[in-house]
Structures are given as structure tokens and as C-alpha cells.
């Protein structure tokens, strides 16, 4: 919303300072984002009068002038402007000026030979119009040396504020200063109500088809009206907040927009077809080529108004072009309604037509101002376009609107935090334009007409506190619910930090990437159709992601493209399955790739690209830190699709998943575009069972008094025999006595069958109540060996 | 006799100070004090002497032992000596090699900033709370007083998702304020909580993303009042900020689940294009707050005669840009190695309000 000092000063009688205005606009909840004075632009710019103008020594059509630029201040000029004579008051610039049209800064320069101290300017080059046939002229009593901005009605500083969408008021100037003067910043100026008496009887005749969407219409005929430019006055005002004067008849209704906040529309009589207007709802297919040049095709449930012949205008949005006024118009007919703000609301969002009088009706108006609106619009077009006035036709009624507020002054300290003494609220209220009866300790307020966000106590509140300064509310602590406050998070959610911070401890970089992904790669990683966006922002973000190795193999290949191949990158975040009730399926996972090599080239040793026990690694870690003990842990080498099919696995506890490992599939690194090496993890923190320990104490920890010893055992087992049910054969041996048993060779090759591997597991024995006899180790050794050929069908190798 | 054992002595000195090497040493000490050694043998022979010569000798012989067993030790302790010395000397390598290079990892500064903003809000009470980033269209406005019709709703740009299968419309939650509503839905006064979380809106351009961090927060109980929402956020963004004299402007504003509403700014100055915080005149907009409007509470089945409070909500990348002087929005969610080890926190950055919040 914007407006003009000189504006607001029509409704306010203030000796404020623009300052005082602007800070006191921001403090009563109407932020000013703006304030330009066009004059600023101009401030370089003086008046000066051209003394002489004898013809250029060396140019025909040049002449040099001797200009006054003040009392006693003379300056020599060469001008090419035809109308440059002795006597006219023009624009000078003086040499460093920056000329508004250009951008250039003026120096002082010779023109053929003739030194010219500055420059006489044209409308064009002050960017004040479009005129550049010759310099400005001036009128004959400006004063030479005094800044053109004021001469000219630039010096009125344009005001910008940001309105928040419950102040439908303050969408006109007068609520502006209504607020102004309850802040003690002025007085509100009267507005005088006088009704046009009617010249004749007799308007079209006005049919409101569903008094909700309009519940109260009023209509006019002016007849023998003469359509033209608005006055300079009416065309600068609207210039200055950024609107194109168009031509008188279109302009008033402009005016009153943003003056009033009454917007209104004027159709040409002649163009209106039969004797009746009706306010209905479109059919669907109606076109209407509306004001703005564009053709809309209507829905039903839309307010339009109508003739015989079809739409002429789309209520509370938009006229139609047909309907419209033009320079020949004489007849007019002017509309001054309520329309429905929803209604106005969804028409507009629908159509995608955002104009002055939509922002107004959706807000919703005064409903009470609409005769007032009438007479006003009507008083300016007589004034500007002469003719007479019909007697207005109304339909519907002005809607209920009054209502009663039990309102405790108290709660000004008890909600707002600062006590106002109830005669300074109940002065504060009445200045807003409330009806203020007091109740015993209570208020009975009556909230005005324009102020239908006022709904109840709080919002009473609000207009208390707001106009006595947010600013006087005491910074009151919170009290402190203990002395020594408790964690914020529980077990659960402490795993989130805990488990990022593991995973940077581990060398990989954070990453926090978009929850949406391309619906094609989404698809690779088993998405659902209802994680499709409706409306997304692109085709590459269309889809809630089901995974977020897709975005993290997406970084990697960025930054490959940048020139850092060698990631690793980890996001903790949401996942999105489309299951459950709500259909969301949302889990929190961990997620982590590695690209490239984890170790680079060295003097110490060959580079080693990552591989899928990299990923391993970076999962155990993580689930070891979350409590799981990695000894429960098996490994499922079923992996997902979108893993390396042999190089892969799922971690289980027992038949729970809670993560995965390895290789990513190539067919997925071709389909994102991204080169080498690539492996990855997931871990589902959400399935990771929290540790059931209770307390903070430790078990007890026994400590053998007898050293563990060492035994090395290397057994042959076919290829296809996972290492990990060996290991587990081996640690059930016995499990009191073995507490380790780690494999630390894998062979195949000359000395070992083919289809067979060798696998060589180091295994730790702790005695309890003595040190091993040779015929105890053997004796366990024994069941280690029979227990591997068992399970596993192992032999030691010979 | 006693010249020539002197003489011994001598040269079996003589023989130990020349072992060039231990075995050379020992070579030494076998022929000296070895079971076949002179000394050894003239020890033997002391047997057949008469009684005074023997004690002499005797005398004499355990004297010369003890001096050659000394020099022996002293010998082999030098020769060792120097073994380990030109051992150590073989060994000698260039330590100015470079080590082997270790990965540093790195936090995020959303996760960092969340972090901060956890530990200072503990501090005063609150507990974290979450929901689920797909929300219902009644969590996400309706319960929060924004009807279809509500001009407000344009202020969200708001993603759809096709409805649930029961028919609930879904949408992207475009603020963590749905998470108050959840919270107010599932438990009972007195309620201290913040919410931080992803929210989602249509929007992209150089100060806008699709996905972004909020936090919110909510204090419900019977007393809470507009002071204690001064004084809650003074305190939190002179903590956050780490500047004890952070001035804060409460500007009235709109929002529709809350009533009365403010707009925060906190000080700062624009001087040379450089945006800094503190008391220096200017303003910044930082947040959006105000007192639980009754329309919301009787939604999430509050008694709102009894029970008031205020809520407000942030933006997390906008705070992390201003502490940190991240320039640039977009880049939080580029994934750009570069950006993230320079941005980024050690993995020890742990926010402490004891320790220190920021290193």
C-alpha cells in the first residue's frame, strides 16, 4: 500500500515530521518498507533564467546563453534547444549532476570551441515526461537558483507499508491516518457525508441473484458526462504511487481505491445491453475480455455482473472491456457494492488476477461506507466530467455488522504484560473508532464498521497494546520451571546429533539436501505414486524421496564436476515410503557414501579405491555407537536393487533390517551421471531397538586374574560358505572359554582345492579358575574344529 | 709373584679397554675370569702356597679380579652403548615425509545451529518436540485459524500431495507450526516446547528455497503473558548471537494463530554494505511471535478461559547466515565439499551452554 505525505495530510491535520509519521507507522503495526521522495532525484537540479541567447560563433543552430542561477550568479551556457530565448525560466544542471534519463554525470565541456558550464534541460532528460522538443519551460515567477522539485509538486515523499491481510482499512489512506491520529500523531480531518440530490429518476434496474456473494449493490446513472485527462492533481497522485492515469472516469475510481478504500467501477452506459443488471454467478464458459487486455474463461461459483447479453464485469475484480469507458463515453454508469471476500478471494486465485479492488474486497470492506463511497465517486465525476446524476437504484442491504465485545481492561496486564490504565485504554479504543461502554470493570465494546478483524478480547488486546507501544511491554523472564533444567530431548532424539557427530568423527562431510527428488530416480529406488508432488517446483523435484542416497550420489557427482571425486558425504534426514496411515511413511535415516578413494596416492602406499567394507565399516560404527552390539549383528546378502547384487548386504538383528551396505548398482551411478567408484550405507534409526538398560549404573565388571591366550586356526571350506557362519561356528564352540575369534586370512589359490577357500581365524581363550593345561587347549580346539566341520563343513587345512 | 700378577692385571685391562666389539669382550672375560681363565687358574694355585703367601696373593688376586670385573662392565656398557647408537643411526629416515592423510568430517550448520538453539532453549525449560513433515491441510491451517478462504493461505505457497487414502487432504507443512497443534492435541498445560524441523514452500530464488528450517516454539500454562515472550526471546538471541547488549524491537504484525501478534527485529548496522549485529540504531527482521490466539487453542482442545501463552517461529538458515556470515541460502543444501569444510563444525563443536556455545 502505497500513498503520498500530501495525501495522507488530506485526511490528517499533523505537523508531524516525515520521520515521526514513519517511525510512528512502523510502531503501530504498519511497517513502512518505503519512502522515496522524487524530488531527491532532482535536488541538482535549479531554475534558471536565460539572460541573453546570441547565436553559437561556430554552429548554426546552437546559441550561447548567459544563464542566472541565482541572485548574483551568471553562468555561461550552450544550448541547442530551439525555444532557448532571453527571459525563460528553465531546469540548469550544473557540471557533476547526474541527468536522471542517462545516468551520466555532466562535465564541463566545450561545444565548438565554447566552454559550457553546465546544461539547460528538457522534461525528457529529467525523466519528468516525454517532452524533448526543447528545454523546460518554467513558470514565469519561479526563482532562479531555487530547486525545480518543489516548483513542480515534486517535494511529496511517497510512503510504502506493508499491510498485513487483516487490515482491510488501512488499504485506504483515511484508515492510515485514522491510526495516526489514535496514536496521538494528529486529528483525523471530518469527512462530510452530502448525498448528490438526483437530477432524474431512473437506472437500470438491479437483480441480486444470491445475496451472499453480494450483498448489497448500489447503482447510478450520470448522464451527459465528458470523459478526458484527469486534472494534473488527480494524475499526480496517482502517478506517484505507481498507476497510469488512464482518463478522468477511470482515474476517480483509482482515487477512491486507495483514498477510501472504496473501490468502484464505472461501465459506459450505451454499452450496456437491456434494462436490468443481475448480479449472478457465472456460467461455466462465460468469456469475459476483461479491462487488463485478457480474455478469461469463467466457472460457475464466480461473481459476474450481467446484462442481456452476457458478463460485463467480474465482481469485485475486474470490468469488462466491452463495458468500459473511452473518450467518446457520455453516459455512465457507476457501481458501488460489497462483494463476498471469499468468494472474491478464490475468483482471483482461481483466475490469477491480482488488482487494487480484489486486494480489497477479499480483505473485506466497510460495509457501512458503501453510500458514502457512492455520493463521493459521484460529487468528483460531476465535478471533473460535468453531467447530471440519476437517483441511485439499490439491491440488497447493508449487512449486519455491529456486535458487542466483553472486553476486561485487566487483561491488557495479564495477556499483554503491561499495565494500561483502563481511561487511557478505553481513550485508545474510542479514538479507533469503537463504541466504549463501561461495564463495571468490564468494557462493552463495539467494534466500527471497518474493523471486522476485531473478533474478541485478544484482538482488543492487540489494539491496545499496539497503540501504546509494543515498546513498554517489561522484558519479563520466564520462570524457571527447576533449578537445574532437565535434557530437552529424549533417548530417541538424542540419537540424531549423537549419530551425525559419529559420522563426521569418521571423515564425512554433513550434507543437508532438498526432501524431494526427480520422480525417475525416485521410481529406481521404489517409490509410490502418492509421493508425488502436485505442484512441484520443477521436474527434478517433484517426488518426496524414498531414499537419500539418490541426493547424496547427486552431490558427489556436482562436486565430481567441480573436481573433488574423492566424497564422502552423510545425511541424516526424513525418507518418505508412502506408508502408514497418513500415507507418509516418514523415517529418520542415516545415510552415507563414499566415492572414489578412500585413500589417495602415497608415498607410503598405493591408492585403494572405497569398497563396499568401507560402507560396512562407517554402518557398524554408527549402530555400535547406538548401543547395538555388532556381534548380533548378521548380514543378509539380499540387498535392495539398487545395491550391487554381490556386493551388498542388509544388517539384521534377528529379522529386523536396520540398515544396509555396499556397492551401489552402476546402473543407478549411469542414470545420475556419476563416474567411478561408489559405495553406501543406511541405517534406519528408527528400528534401532533403544538399549533396555535401566539406570546408570554399570554391570559389574569381572576381570580374569589368568591371561588369555592365543590359537590360530586355518580351515578349508568351500567358496560359497559365508565367513561370517564360520566365525559363528567357531565363537559357539564354546562360548565360556573363546571371547574373540577374527578372521585374519582369506586365501585361495595353489595349495588350496578349487571351489575351496582358506580361512584363517585367530582365537582368543580366557580361562576362569586356572591357567589352560595343554590337554584343556586341546580339548577346546577340538570342539572349535568339530563345531566349523559341522556348521560349515571346514576342515583344518593340512 | 706379585709382579707378575700385576702384570696380568695389566694386560688383561689393557685386552679389555682394546674389545673392539661384545663378543670381542667376552672372548676377554672367558680367557680372564672364565673356569679356565689365567685369573681362574692363578686362584686355583693358591691352594698349594704356603699359609702367609697365600694370604698375600689371595689378597692381591681378589683385588685384580674386582678391578678387571669393573672394567669389564664398564666396557660392556660403552660398547652397548655404542651399538644402540649406530643401530639408531642405520635407522635414521626423513621425518619430514608427510603423514599419511586422514578424512576430516563435518557437521552442517543446520545441524549445528539446531543444536545451539536446543541447548539454550533447554536452559529455559523446553523440551523438543516433532511431527511429521507431510501434514494434514486441518494441522497445517485450519487448526492454526486459517480458513480455505483466508488471504493468509497466499502468503504460504503451499505443495500438494495427492489426498491420503481416507481422503485428508495432504500437503508439505509450510511451517513447524503444526507441530504446536500435535503438541497441544496430545497433551495437557503446562506445555514448554520448540519444534525445529524442515518446512517446505513453492518458492525459489536468491532468498528463497523450497525446503528450509524453522523453529518454533510454545508456552502454554495460565500466566504466561506478552513479557515473558520479551523476555524469552532477549534472552534467547543474546545468547544465540553471543552479544549481551543485543537491543530487540517487538513491531505489531499479523499472523493468524496469533493474537496479539509481533514482528522482531533485532539491532544491526548496514554502514559500508556490511550487515553487522548489535546496538547501532539500525533493524533487522528476524521473527514472527505473538500470544496463542483463543480460536487456536479451542481447536487443539484448550480451554482458552483458563489457559493462554505465545508462540513464535524462526528461520534456522536465516540466524546460521547471520551468525556465521553464510552469504548465500542457497548453498546450505548444495552439498558442495568446499562450502561444507568451510562452513562446517568439527565433530568435538559440541554445543555447551557450560562449555561455551560456539568455539
Known amino acids: ?798 | 709373584m706379585s709382579n707378575g700378577l700385576e702384570t696380568l692385571r695389566d694386560r688383561l685391562l689393557q685386552a679389555i679397554a682394546g674389545a673392539a666389539d661384545l663378543s670381542a669382550l667376552d672372548q676377554v672375560r672367558v680367557e680372564a675370569i672364565g673356569k679356565k681363565g689365567e685369573l681362574t687358574q692363578q686362584m686355583k694355585m693358591l691352594g698349594s702356597m704356603e699359609a702367609d703367601a697365600r694370604r698375600a696373593a689371595g689378597q692381591l688376586l681378589n683385588v685384580i679380579k674386582t678391578d678387571v670385573e669393573t672394567a669389564i662392565a664398564e666396557r660392556q656398557g660403552a660398547l652397548a652403548g655404542a651399538a644402540r647408537s649406530a643401530k639408531l643411526a642405520a635407522e635414521r629416515i626423513d621425518v619430514t615425509l608427510p603423514a599419511a592423510p586422514e578424512g576430516e568430517g563435518h557437521i552442517h550448520p543446520i545441524s549445528q545451529t539446531i543444536e545451539e538453539i536446543t541447548q539454550i532453549f533447554a536452559e529455559m525449560g523446553f523440551t523438543v518436540a516433532e511431527g511429521p513433515e507431510i501434514e494434514t491441510d486441518f494441522n497445517n491451517f485450519t487448526a492454526l485459524n486459517i480458513p480455505p478462504e483466508h488471504p493468509a493461505r497466499q502468503m504460504h505457497d503451499t505443495f500438494y500431495l495427492p489426498p491420503a487414502a481416507d481422503g485428508t487432504a495432504r500437503v508439505l507443512r509450510t511451517h513447524t507450526s503444526p507441530v504446536q497443534v500435535r503438541t497441544m492435541l496430545n497433551s495437557k498445560p503446562p506445555i514448554r516446547i520448540i519444534a525445529p524441523g524442515r518446512t517446505y514452500r513453492s518458492d525459489y530464488d536468491m532468498t528463497h528455497t523450497p525446503m528450509f528450517h524453522q523453529v518454533e516454539g510454545l508456552v502454554i500454562d495460565e500466566t504466561t503473558h506478552m513479557g515473558h515472550l520479551r523476555g524469552c526471546l532477549t534472552e534467547f538471541l543474546r545468547a544465540f548471537f553471543q552479544i549481551d547488549d543485543l537491543p530487540l524491537r517487538f513491531r505489531p504484525s499479523f499472523f493468524p494463530f496469533t493474537e496479539p501478534s509481533a514482528e522482531v527485529d533485532i539491532g544491526c548496522s548496514r554502514k559500508g554494505g556490511q550487515l553487522k549485529l548489535g546496538n547501532y540504531g539500525d533493524w533487522l527482521e528476524i521473527l514472527g511471535c505473538g500470544m496463542v490466539h483463543p480460536k487456536v487453542l479451542e481447536m487443539c482442545g484448550i480451554d482458552s478461559t483458563r489457559y493462554q501463552g505465545f508462540a513464535f517461529g524462526m528461520g534456522i538458515e536465516r540466524i546460521a547466515m547471520l551468525k556465521y556470515g553464510i552469504p548465500d541460502l542457497r548453498t546450505f543444501f548444495d552439498a558442495d565439499l568446499r562450502w561444507l569444510r568451510h562452513y562446517g563444525f568439527s565433530f568435538l563443536d559440541q554445543p555447551s551452554l557450560g562449555l561455551g556455545l560456539t568455539r
Not at chain 1, 78 to 87: E, I, L, T
Not at chain 1, 430 to 435: H, M, R, S
Not at chain 1, 510 to 523: C, L
Open chain 1, 1 to 798: 500500500m502505497k500513498f503520498t505525505l500530501n495525501w495522507l495530510k488530506d485526511h490528517l491535520d499533523t505537523s508531524a515530521s516525515l520521520d515521526e509519521i514513519a517511525l510512528t507507522l512502523t510502531r503501530i503495526g504498519l511497517e513502512v518498507i518505503g519512502i522515496e521522495n522524487p524530488a531527491e532525484a532532482l535536488t541538482p537540479f535549479v531554475i534558471g533564467e536565460i539572460i541573453t541567447a546570441e547565436k553559437h560563433p561556430n554552429a548554426d543552430k546552437l546559441q550561447v546563453c548567459q544563464v542566472k542561477i541565482g541572485k548574483d550568479q551568471l553562468v555561461e551556457v550552450v544550448c541547442g534547444a530551439p525555444n532557448a530565448r532571453p527571459g525563460l525560466k528553465t531546469a540548469f544542471a550544473a557540471p557533476g549532476s547526474v541527468i536522471p534519463a542517462s545516468g551520466e554525470v555532466l562535465k564541463i565541456g566545450a561545444i565548438r570551441g565554447v566552454t559550457s558550464n553546465g546544461m539547460l534541460c528538457s522534461t525528457r532528460e529529467l525523466k519528468l515526461g516525454e517532452d524533448h522538443e526543447g528545454i523546460m519551460e518554467l513558470p514565469a515567477d519561479a526563482i532562479p537558483g531555487a530547486p525545480i522539485g518543489p516548483l513542480l509538486g515534486l517535494d511529496d515523499p511517497v510512503i510504502e507499508i506493508n499491510l498485513t491481510p487483516n487490515r482491510a482499512d488501512c488499504a485506504g489512506v483515511r484508515g492510515v491516518a485514522r491510526d495516526l491520529a489514535a496514536a496521538g500523531l494528529g486529528a483525523l480531518k471530518p469527512l462530510s457525508f452530502e448525498p448528490v440530490s438526483p437530477a432524474f429518476g431512473g437506472s437500470l434496474k438491479v437483480v441480486i441473484e444470491d445475496q451472499t456473494a453480494c450483498p448489497l449493490f448500489l447503482g447510478r446513472t450520470v448522464r451527459g458526462v465528458k470523459n478526458g485527462p484527469s486534472p494534473k492533481w488527480l494524475a499526480d497522485r496517482l502517478t506517484a504511487i505507481g498507476l497510469n492515469p488512464r482518463s478522468a472516469l477511470v482515474d476517480v475510481t483509482n482515487y477512491f481505491t486507495f483514498d477510501r478504500c472504496r473501490p468502484l467501477h464505472v461501465f459506459d452506459a450505451a454499452k450496456v445491453h437491456g434494462d436490468t443488471l443481475t448480479v449472478r454467478s457465472a456460467r461455466t464458459g462465460e468469456v469475459l475480455e476483461a479491462l487488463n487486455g485478457k480474455s478469461y474463461t469463467l466457472e460457475a461459483g464466480m461473481t459476474v455482473i450481467a446484462d442481456s447479453e452476457g458478463v460485463d464485469s467480474l465482481g469485485g475484480i475486474m470490468g469488462g472491456m466491452a463495458s468500459g469507458c473511452t473518450a467518446e463515453t457520455s453516459d455512465i454508469y457507476i457501481e458501488c457494492a460489497l462483494f463476498d471476500p471469499r468468494r472474491t478471494a478464490e475468483t482471483g486465485r482461481a483466475l490469477q488476477i491480482s488488482s487494487d479492488a480484489r486486494y480489497r474486497f477479499e480483505r473485506g470492506l466497510d460495509p457501512q461506507a458503501v453510500f458514502e463511497g457512492m455520493a463521493a465517486a459521484t460529487r468528483m465525476i460531476l465535478e471533473l466530467c460535468g453531467g447530471e446524476a440519476s437517483e441511485i437504484v439499490v439491491a440488497g442491504a447493508v449487512p449486519e455488522w455491529k456486535r458487542t465485545i466483553a472486553f476486561r481492561p485487566s487483561r491488557v496486564a495479564s495477556l499483554g504484560g503491561v499495565g494500561v490504565p483502563p481511561e487511557r485504554q478505553r481513550a485508545i479504543l474510542t479514538a479507533l473508532g469503537c463504541g466504549v461502554a463501561i461495564e463495571g470493570a468490564s468494557f462493552a465494546v463495539n467494534p466500527p464498521s471497518w474493523r471486522a478483524d476485531i473478533e474478541g478480547e485478544a484482538d482488543l488486546v492487540e489494539e491496545v497494546l499496539r497503540i501504546e507501544g509494543y515498546d513498554r511491554i517489561p522484558e519479563t523472564p520466564l520462570p524457571r520451571l527447576r533449578a537445574i533444567a532437565r535434557p530437552a530431548v529424549d533417548a530417541a532424539q538424542r540419537r540424531v546429533p549423537w549419530a551425525k557427530r559419529l559420522l563426521a568423527s569418521r571423515g564425512l562431510n554433513e550434507a543437508v539436501t532438498w526432501s524431494f527428488i526427480d520422480g525417475k530416480i525416485a521410481k529406481l529406488f521404489g517409490t509410490t505414486d502418492s509421493m508425488t508432488l502436485l505442484n512441484p517446483i520443477s521436474a527434478d523435484l517433484s517426488t518426496m524421496r524414498p531414499t537419500i542416497l539418490a541426493n547424496l550420489i547427486q552431490a558427489a557427482t556436482r562436486n565430481a564436476a567441480r573436481g573433488y571425486v574423492d566424497a564422502a558425504l552423510f545425511e541424516v534426514g526424513p525418507i518418505f515410503n508412502g506408508s502408514g496411515p497418513e500415507g507418509a511413511g516418514q523415517s529418520t535415516v542415516a545415510t552415507g557414501i563414499r566415492t572414489g578413494f578412500a585413500k589417495g596416492r602415497h608415498w607410503t602406499g598405493k591408492a585403494k579405491p572405497v569398497d563396499p567394507f568401507d560402507a560396512k565399516s562407517d554402518a557398524l560404527a554408527l549402530l555400535s555407537s547406538l548401543g547395538v552390539d555388532p556381534a548380533k549383528l548378521t548380514v543378509d546378502a539380499n540387498p535392495p536393487s539398487w545395491f550391487h547384487p554381490g556386493q551388498a548386504g542388509l544388517l539384521k538383528l534377528g529379522p529386523i533390517a536396520l540398515g544396509t551396505f555396499g556397492t551401489i548398482h552402476p546402473d543407478i551411478l549411469d542414470a545420475i551421471g556419476l563416474d567411478g567408484a561408489c559405495v553406501g550405507f543406511t541405517v534406519d534409526l528408527g528400528a534401532v531397538p533403544m538399549p533396555r538398560r535401566k539406570g546408570t549404573a554399570r554391570p559389574a565388571l569381572s576381570l580374569s586374574q589368568f591371561q588369555p591366550i592365543t590359537r590360530d586356526f586355518a580351515f578349508v571350506v568351500a567358496e560359497t560358505v559365508p565367513a561370517e557362519k564360520l566365525i559363528r561356528a567357531v565363537k559357539g564352540a564354546d562360548k565360556a572359554i573363546i571371547v574373540d575369534a577374527r578372521l585374519f586370512d582369506l586365501y585361495t589359490g595353489p595349495g588350496v582345492e578349487a571351489g575351496m577357500k582358506s580361512l584363517a581365524i585367530e582365537v582368543t581363550l580366557q580361562p576362569a579358575e586356572r591357567t589352560f593345561t595343554d590337554a584343556d587347549i586341546e580339548a577346546v580346539a577340538a570342539r572349535i574344529v568339530a563345531a566349523a566341520a559341522k556348521d560349515t563343513g571346514a576342515t583344518l587345512r593340512g
